[in-house]
Structures are given as structure tokens and as C-alpha cells.
């Protein structure tokens, strides 16, 4: 089970984060959707450290790190539970494929060669990529890239997978192979959480929706209650402008066809 309590952080005089509880169960999926500038990469970076909160706690199964009292070691604790998808993939462009699925088994967990290089392959199958194993980033395209990072991550076996935007910088075919990717993921049980911009995507995938905007959650839910019959105004203001926006974008291609 993952707790954030009263999470809150701040860039100089500038609060993005304003106090955030939340509670994320073991095995569930949630997303986190809102508008840009909301906050919701900065709590997912909260989440391992990545960004030190300014205030609260995060927890993570039997660990609590306390933002202000957290100690370089209870950090690395913390961490080693939790594996990133970045928006940018982050890949090592002198590494081939394997060699970076392998690299975190080696240098972080201290697998050996052959271990790491039998894990790396068990995880890269389940991302479709066994052929492109000894390929380089440069000679994969976007979504093949995006696919390699969330192999990274599963090999680690971590208590929680979090994807920041794990499309976002794709073209949008090749949207569709890293989402069925993270949906069969997701069918295996393991925690995740999601910032992305893909609402049919959430509704689809999700246990549990969160909706943030200007640093706060607005409204949180099933997938059900959040996009059928959300009580919030911000909320309600959200989806009618995606479903607007996702309607003009429609009706542009059908004059292209």
C-alpha cells in the first residue's frame, strides 16, 4: 500500500503541490488526469524523491520517509520499491537494448551478468522487443523506445510502477502499442500510477481516477463515478473541454479523409 499525507512542495515562493493525501492500494491502477500545471508530475516525483517534498510523508509498504527528516539511506530505501517511465524514455544511447533493461539489475540490485541477461529477456518478451534486443536507441522508433523503458522498470520487480506521461512524446501512431503495452501490465496485477493525458485511455485501464488542478486533488473516484457523474465544477469544466476538444480533432480528420 502507497500513503502520501499532506504532501506539499514548493519552487521558491511559488507552492505547486498544497497539501496532498492519498492512498493507493496494492494491485490498483490510478490515474491522474488534469490540466498542465497542475501538479501531477511533481507528485509523481514526490512519490520516490525525485523531488523532495517541502512537507509530509510518503510511505510505501512498511517504509515512511518524513520530507524533512528523511535520510539519504531511508530514500534509497524508498526508492529501490518504486521503478519511473519518463516521458523521455531516458535510455543510454551507448547501451543496446538489453544492456539497458540489464543495467539497473546489475548496478542496483547486483545480479550477474547472467541473471540480469535472463531477466532482461523474460521482460523485453513481454514487451513485444526480444528482436530488437541488441538494437540501439537510435535505430528504434519512439513507441520502441517508450516500450524499452517500461521493460526497465518491470525487470526491477518494484512495489510500484510510475509512468509520467508515458506517451506524451510520440507520435500519435505509435500511441497505441505503448498503451496496449502498460493495459496487459496492468492486467497482472501490478500497482501503477499514471500521470497521462490519455482520458479514454484512464477510464479504461484505471481502478481509481485522481483529478488535480493548481496543486490540489479537486476530486477523486472510480472511473465510473469520475467521468459519469463527476460532482465538482473544475471537474465537470475539464472534461467538457477534452470532449469539445476531441470532437473538433474528429471532425478535422473526417474532412481530411
Known sequence: MIQLRNIQKSFGNQPVLK????????????????????????????????????????????????????SKKEILTLRKKTAMVF??????????????????LIVVQKNSKETARKLA?????????????????????GGQQQR????????LNPEVILLDEPTSALDPELVGEVLEVIKRIAEEGITMIIVTHEVSFAKDVSDYIVFMDQGEIVEEG????????????????????????????????????
Open 19 to 70: 497539501g496532498i493525501d492519498l492512498t493507493v492500494k496494492k494491485g490498483e491502477v490510478v490515474s491522474i488526469l488534469g490540466p498542465s500545471g497542475s501538479g501531477k508530475t511533481t507528485l509523481l516525483r514526490c512519490i520516490n524523491f525525485l523531488e523532495r517534498p517541502t512537507e509530509g510523508e510518503v510511505m510505501i509498504d512498511d517504509i515512511t520517509v518524513s520530507s524533512q527528516k528523511g
Open 121 to 141: 529477456m523474460e521482460v523485453l518478451e513481454k514487451v513485444g522487443l526480444t528482436e530488437k534486443a541488441n538494437a540501439y536507441p537510435v535505430q528504434l522508433s
Open 87 to 104: 516521458q523521455q524514455y531516458n535510455l543510454f544511447r551507448h547501451k543496446t537494448v538489453i544492456e539497458n533493461v540489464m543495467e539497473g
Open 148 to 155: 524499452v523503458g517500461i521493460a526497465r522498470a518491470l525487470a
Open 222 to 257: 472510480t472511473p465510473t463515478v469520475i467521468f459519469n457523474n463527476p460532482k465538482e465544477e473544475r471537474t465537470k469544466r475539464f472534461f467538457k473541454r477534452i470532449n469539445r476538444e476531441a470532437g473538433i480533432l474528429e471532425s478535422n480528420l473526417s474532412s481530411v479523409i
